[in-house]
Each structure stands twice: as structure tokens, then as C-alpha cells.
């Protein structure tokens, strides 16, 4: 099998970490003496605090510091041992009293990411599957890894997606026990809540169904003895529901806890939960801060705090209902969150608040979907209504300012987030530019010769090459391989190219970048139904063509005024054609489009390498080989060069229409034995239509009669290969017939007679395009690293495309 170099998630968040740390936004340090839960200083400057998650502000109250600091005195800092052997002199006090609050005797946790890690897996039985919701919690995520190694499947929906979620459930139902759905009960950055009702309407009609909260983001503020969010809709804890809740955030201590009303459980997981064997139990300090905190819970105290925050809340909504601050959801939760949909908006606007005396989060991916990057903003007891006010009029004089300044408006940030527009909006959206754009949906209406100027001899993708993939991929009847095309071309005022490119509109495959053990097992369920998980994809180039799709003249200056322009006009066309992803694609590295694209909520992955040969200047094998590394030149003249006696190597100018169907015979073993990019297998009629152009020729091998096995005339190799412009050889498509190609190395000496003809007809580049790199680089060929930049309407189809190189990677809530 073919293979690809995959993109690299660490690598990714880490460039945008970086930027945003860059930035001056985030991975800050505090430098009060001391804190109060109001204000917080940073880099001298001292600022209301609206980035805590401590919505009630018992961090600061008296009576845990006092129990903690008489924790201390009493029992030290730490009770060094497992408790699995036995647990500090305080634990059962605060069990105790977490029970009463709940009714239930709970499991606590040092923390619920390893409150997770000892839960998930014991409660999930080998013979259960999972669906995890898109935005579920990082470390619930990150505990269900564990269970695709045993074999469980692992399914993930579209945030809150009930029609997914059933759909899953049915998939699910013959071949699982119990289905288990795990979701967020309050949601940490746009602070939405879990639709909980109604999935306690669907676990009745699938009784598999089970529920797996967490809901630390709803703990203290919501219910009945602050019991959370989860708890405030059902009352009570049904059989079919478990919890995962915190001690720490707004319950001001330390800790987490789980909930189930199944004690057969409960004693499963305390007695060996993973974590709660072997890791450190809570510190002691921790525990008498939690059981100070549950006394608060277990008042009628708990009920003022939460009516005090509430009012806060309420007041904050009032001022917000008065502005056009994009606000994504507001309800009675203390989590808001202003939706930017640009990160260098969201860069710009909390510097600024910043500047005004506001501490706030900036939101960005993966905490949330690329193009919905924003501001969090919580509320804690600590804030007063003054600074509350302040803030919002903050927001609404700066907001316009950076809008203009990043060359956003409310009208992309509203198409990002899917909020109804009018047509004042519309109408500041529009760019004024001295730059004149033409826009064309066919090659046809596109000088000949001022396109190839500027895009042509790369691969398939010249003047006459786009005529033919436009009449190739029109296929009304097959979804997959009905393709429309956009031409842009961005001049200046002296009619001088600065930019041009084109894009397509397509379906893809969600796994076409994914690992291929992947791939194959989707491939299984697409027997059935052949688009199952696959996007519709307004993308640069086309899934038929490799190399630099969009000219830009750096040295011009308007250059970056051109991309901004394709960018806002490309938008346009993606909004119109309701696509999934935009994606931007086989760029070279450069740090001033990583920069452009990234401000512009584009993110940046690493596409396989692509290959070509640059030196076709040798005049004999011998020099060829010599020109090759030393490593390389043995190779080619021990596992090559004595091969090639074995074939009779034809090149054909037109194929029969029973060759050519034998060819595509040898295609579609090479297609369904390669995953490595796992596009859709082109229908034959497309090679048909080779046969007809005079830009496709086809290099065919047969094997040599006293080197067959079996009596055959039918060839056991071919490249299929476009003629572009005289200048650049394009081996597209390859097929082999795989009984033969191991003994005769036939995929070597395809490459091998590739590179003698691009010779013979005195070209001078051949473009080998993705995949295999390693045998390609044996034959000469130059590695150039590519990059693209996506957009998503959620992370969603990003993700399962496999640019993130998981199945359900990831998510790092804060």
C-alpha cells in the first residue's frame, strides 16, 4: 500500500497556541500579592476578573480557607498513600455529606479528568458501543480511547444532533448491549445546555440508551443543594443517567464526583477504578475545603448565592438584549460567549479589553470550531453590576473598531454562527477595492493563453487539462463525480494579474486524509451506502489535480489586498453553496500566507508531500543513475534496471474500448488496495473520455513471453499520463495487476518508463504527485512539503477527514 505522511495534531494546536501566546492572550500569569475573585492583575495591569470559572466565588470564602488551613495543622499537606489501602481521616465526612446533598452515596475523585479514566472504562462493557457528542468535554474524550482498543465502537455526533444521535443508536442497537451517549450538561465556552429531556424521551424509545454527563460547568450555581444542571431537569438520578460532577470550579474546593444510582457499579469502580488505585488520593486540605463548601450546600444559603449570581445574569442579559454584540447563546447560564468567527478579531478585541481594565478568554480551536472563535466571558458572585455595565459598553465601542481594523463585520461573524442576517448587515460587508475581479464558471470564457501564463505546466490543470475535467466531472447522475468549477482572476488598475485560481465543489470522503485502518472499515459500511460520512467540499484545485492552484504575485503591492478579496469572494460562494469545508490547498509553507489565513479563521494542517522530477537534462541510463544518490543509483541498478528485460513496454496514443476497460480493471485493483488517500474510484466513463484527448497518452506493460506464468496478451501494467503544454509529463492515474507486481517489481518500473518518456519527449518536469514518496524519492524525485488551510462549519467533518489524524480528536475545553 501506498503511503502518505499524515498532518500532526500536537503540531497544528501548538502553531495556534503559539500565535495566540504571541498575541499577548493567553498562557498568562497572574501578579496579585493576593486575590479577591474581583480583580486580577496582569503585566501590572489591574482588571475586573470575567474569566473564572468559580460562578459562586467560594474560593474566597472564609470558612474553606479556614478549613484547609486547619487541615494543614492537623494533618499535613499530603496523605501519601493509595485509597485502595486507606483514605485520610477526613474523606467519609465529606461523603457523607455529598450524599446528603444528592441522595445518592457518591465516588470522589482527585479530579474528573482521572474521575473520567477510572468511570468510563468500567462501566463501558466490551459487548456496549459509545457515541460521544462533538463537543464533549477533552478529558471525556481522551477516556474513551482506551475503549477502541478493546474493540468498542466509538461513534460521534454533530453538537446536540438528536436526528444523528438516533440514527447512531439504530446503527448501534443489533450489535451493542448498552448504548451509552456522553455529553456536556452545561457547555464551557458557548455555555448551552445538553438537551435533557429530550434524550430521556429517546432513551424510552431505545431503552439501550444510556446517559454520561459531565456537568462540572453546572455544578453549585443550578439545583437543589447546588446539585447541578443535569439534576435541576431530572429531580432525580433514573438508573439509565450517571453524572460526573466537580468539588473544584464553583464548588471552591478540590475534586470531582461521580454519581450513579447503581450501587453494583459504585462498588466495581471504588474498589478498583484505574486512577483511584493508583493514583494520590485528595490532599487533606482539599477535603475540609469540600466539606466547608458542602456544608454551604446543605443550607438555605446555597439558594441566596445562586438567586445573588442570578441576578447578576439577568442584569448582564438586560444590557446585552440593548446591542447588536453578536451574543451565540444567551440563557440563564453564567457562561457568554461573543462570537468574532476570526481569530485576529478575537486577538485584537480582548488586547483591547485588556487595555480597559477586562480580563476575558479568548475561545479558539479546538476549543471551538475554527470559524467560531469568539470571547468567553463568565460571571462570578465577585463581579458588581458597575464593572458588569462597564464591560458590555466596552464590548459595543470597541467591537466596531476591530471589525473595521481586521476587516470583519457582524455579517460574517452572523453567516459563521448561523444567525439570521438583515440587509443593513449585508451592506457593510462589502469590500470597496481598486482591484478588479473576474469570475467564470468554465475554462471556456478564460483567455487560453493568459491562463496558462499563470497556472499552467503543473499537473492536470492547464487550459485544455481544465476543459477536459470540466466535461470528465459532469456526471449529473453520480453526486461523487459532478463537479463545478470557479475560475478567479484578481487584476490592478493597469489590467496586471496579481491572482488567480479556481476551486471546485465536490464530495469528499471525511476520512480522505485518515489513517487507512480507518478507511477500510468505513469502506465496509459504504458497500451499503456509498456516501456514508462524506461532505460537500468547496475546495482550491480539484481532488484530480496536484500542485499550486493559486498564482499570487508576492511582490505586488496589493498582494495581500488580492488574497483578502479571493477570500471574501470565495466566502460568498461557500455560504451560497451551504458547503461543510473550505479548504485552501498545496501551498508551500510561507509565513506571511500562514498568518493571513490563520487571522482569517483558516487552519493550517500539512498535506501529504508531493513529488517531481526537475532533472531531465540526462541523455543515457548511465547518466541518469549517476545523477541519483549513491543509495538511490544501487537500488535502481539492482531492483530496476534488471526488471525492465522482462517487459515489452508500449506507449499507446489511444486504447481499444476493451483495452481500455482491461485498464481500468488494473485501476481499480490499485484504487481498492491503496487508502492511503481514500478518494472516490473514478467511474470508467472517465477513461473513456482519455481515449479521445490527444493530451492523454498511456504507457502500457506486458510481460515477455518467456516470462509469463500464465498464457496472457493482456497488459499487467499501466500509466495513465497527460501531456502538459510540452513542458510538464502527468503520470495521474496507475494500475497494476498485483499477481505479477511483486515478482516483477511492475509499480518501479512503471515509475521507470515514466521518467524515460517525459525524457524522450524532451520534458522538462514530470509531476508524480502524492503518496508513495518513499519509492519515488529512490527514482530522483524532488519531496516538496505541502500545507493547506480549512474551514468548517463545525470541527466536525474536519476532524473525521482525518487532517487531526484521529477518530474523535479533540477538544481542549478550558
Known amino acids: 500500500m501506498a503511503k502518505i505522511k499524515h498532518n500532526n495534531f500536537i503540531d497544528t494546536v501548538d502553531e495556534i497556541f503559539t500565535g495566540a501566546k504571541n498575541e499577548g492572550v493567553l498562557h498568562l500569569y497572574a501578579e496579585n500579592t493576593a486575590l479577591s475573585g474581583r480583580t486580577i492583575q496582569i503585566k501590572g495591569r489591574e482588571m475586573f476578573h470575567f474569566g473564572t470559572t468559580g460562578y459562586l466565588g467560594l474560593e474566597q470564602d472564609d470558612r474553606l480557607k479556614e478549613a484547609s488551613i486547619e487541615a494543614i495543622r492537623k494533618y499535613g499537606t499530603q496523605f501519601p498513600l493509595s485509597k485502595s489501602y486507606i483514605s485520610n481521616p477526613l474523606y467519609a465526612e465529606l461523603e457523607t455529606k455529598i450524599e446528603l446533598m444528592y441522595g445518592i ?23 456496549d458501543g459509545v457515541i460521544l457528542d462533538h463537543q464533549v468535554h477533552w478529558s471525556v474524550q481522551n477516556a474513551c480511547q482506551t475503549l477502541k482498543l478493546r474493540g468498542i465502537p466509538v461513534e460521534m455526533i454533530r453538537h446536540s444532533n438528536l436526528e444523528m444521535l ?59 443543594n447546588g446539585t447541578g444542571y443535569v439534576v435541576s431537569v431530572l429531580k432525580e438520578l433514573p438508573d439509565n443517567v450517571m453524572i460526573m460532577g466537580t468539588l473544584s470550579k464553583t464548588f471552591g474546593a478540590s475534586g470531582a464526583v461521580f454519581l450513579c444510582s447503581n450501587e453494583r457499579i459504585r462498588e466495581k469502580i471504588k474498589i478498583f477504578g484505574g486512577p483511584l ?18 456544608d454551604i450546600h446543605l443550607s438555605s444559603e446555597i439558594q441566596l448565592l445562586q438567586k445573588e449570581l442570578k441576578e447578576k445574569i439577568d442584569y448582564c442579559n438586560e444590557l446585552l438584549s440593548k446591542t447588536n454584540l453578536p451574543i451565540i447563546v444567551q440563557n440563564d447560564s453564567p457562561v457568554f460567549f461573543l462570537g468574532t468567527a476570526m481569530p485576529l478579531t478575537t486577538y485584537k478585541l480582548v488586547q483591547n479589553l485588556f487595555q480597559e481594565g477586562f480580563f476575558v478568554n479568548p475561545a479558539i480551536y479546538p476549543a471551538v470550531p475554527v470559524k467560531n472563535t469568539g470571547i468567553r466571558i463568565t460571571l462570578s458572585r465577585h463581579n458588581q453590576k458597575e464593572e458588569i455595565k462597564a464591560l458590555v459598553e466596552a464590548m459595543e465601542k470597541h467591537l466596531p473598531m476591530v471589525l473595521e481594523e481586521t476587516e470583519n463585520s457582524l455579517y460574517k461573524i452572523h453567516k459563521a454562527f448561523g444567525i439570521k442576517e438583515d440587509e443593513y448587515f449585508q451592506e457593510e460587508s462589502i469590500r470597496k477595492s481598486s482591484l478588479q475581479v473576474q469570475y467564470e464558471t468554465t475554462i471556456n470564457n478564460i483567455d487560453k493563453n493568459a491562463w496558462n501564463a499563470l497556472l499552467g505546466k503543473q499537473s492536470t490543470f492547464d487550459w485544455e487539462g481544465l476543459q477536459f475535467l470540466e466535461d470528465a466531472f459532469s456526471n449529473k447522475n453520480s453526486p461523487e463525480n459532478d463537479w463545478s468549477f470557479q475560475y478567479y482572476i484578481i487584476k490592478d488598475e493597469n489590467n496586471i494579474p496579481v491572482l488567480a485560481t479556481f476551486l471546485t465543489y465536490d464530495l469528499w470522503k471525511d476520512d480522505m486524509l485518515a489513517p487507512e485502518s480507518i478507511s477500510l472499515q468505513l469502506e465496509e459500511t459504504r458497500k451499503q451506502n456509498p456516501l456514508h460520512l462524506t461532505s460537500k467540499v468547496l475546495a482550491m484545485g480539484c481532488l484530480f489535480t496536484e500542485g499550486n492552484h493559486c498564482y499570487i504575485n508576492e511582490s505586488h503591492p496589493s498582494a495581500k489586498e488580492a488574497i483578502a478579496l479571493l477570500l471574501e469572494k470565495v466566502e460568498i460562494i461557500y455560504q451560497e453553496l451551504n458547503a461543510d469545508m473550505l479548504v485552501l490547498r498545496d501551498f508551500e509553507e510561507n509565513t506571511m500566507l500562514n498568518a493571513i489565513f490563520h487571522n482569517q479563521g483558516f487552519l493550517k494542517i500539512n498535506m501529504p508531500e508531493a513529488c517531481s522530477i526537475q532533472n531531465l537534462e540526462w541523455n543515457a541510463v548511465e547518466e541518469f543513475s549517476n545523477s541519483l544518490s549513491t543509495r538511490s543509483k544501487r537500488h535502481f541498478l539492482e531492483e530496476v534496471v534488471p526488471y525492465e528485460k522482462a517487459f515489452h ?166
Open 105 to 127: 452515596p457518591p465516588i470522589i475523585t482527585k479530579n474528573s479528568t482521572l474521575g473520567h479514566i477510572a468511570v468510563i472504562p468500567t462501566i463501558v462493557r466490551d459487548e
Open 166 to 224: 438516533e440514527h447512531q443508536i439504530k446503527k448501534l442497537a443489533s450489535k451493542c448491549n448498552k448504548i451509552w451517549y456522553m455529553a456536556d450538561g452545561v457547555y464551557s465556552m458557548f455555555g448551552d445546555y445538553a438537551p435533557i429531556l429530550e434524550l430521556m424521551e429517546l432513551s424510552k424509545k431505545y431503552p439501550q440508551l444510556h446517559l454520561y454527563f459531565d456537568d462540572v460547568h453546572g455544578m453549585s450555581w443550578k439545583g437543589k
Open 277 to 294: 488505585t493508583f493514583s494520590a488520593q485528595l490532599e487533606p486540605a482539599a477535603v475540609a475545603a469540600g466539606i466547608a463548601s458542602a
Open 649 to 814: 513496454v508500449v506507449i499507446k496514443n489511444q486504447l481499444t474500448t476493451a483495452e481500455m476497460e482491461h485498464c481500468y480493471r488494473l485501476y481499480q485493483n490499485v484504487k481498492n488496495n491503496n487508502h492511503a488517500i481514500n478518494t472516490f474510484t473514478y467511474p470508467i466513463d472517465i477513461f473513456i473520455k482519455m481515449i479521445n484527448n490527444p493530451n492523454w497518452e498511456f504507457i502500457v506493460l506486458f510481460l515477455k513471453a518467456d516470462e509469463k506464468e500464465e498464457t496472457t496478451k493482456q497488459a499487467v501494467g499501466v500509466m495513465f499520463c497527460y501531456k502538459n503544454m510540452e513542458h510538464t509529463y502527468v503520470p495521474a492515474l496507475i494500475g497494476m495487476d498485483y499477481a505479477y507486481s511483486l515478482k516483477f517489481n511492475s509499480y518501479r518500473q512503471l515509475l521507470y518508463q515514466t521518467i524515460k518518456r517525459a525524457r524522450e519527449l524532451n520534458y522538462k518536469k514530470i509531476d508524480f504527485g502524492f503518496s508513495a514518496t518513499f519509492e519515488k524519492k529512490k527514482m530522483g524525485a524532488v519531496i516538496t512539503p505541502k500545507v493547506a488551510y480549512i474551514q468548517a462549519r463545525d470541527n466536525f467533518s474536519m476532524e473525521l477527514m482525518g487532517t487531526l489524524q484521529n477518530d474523535f480528536k479533540t477538544r481542549s475545553n478550558y
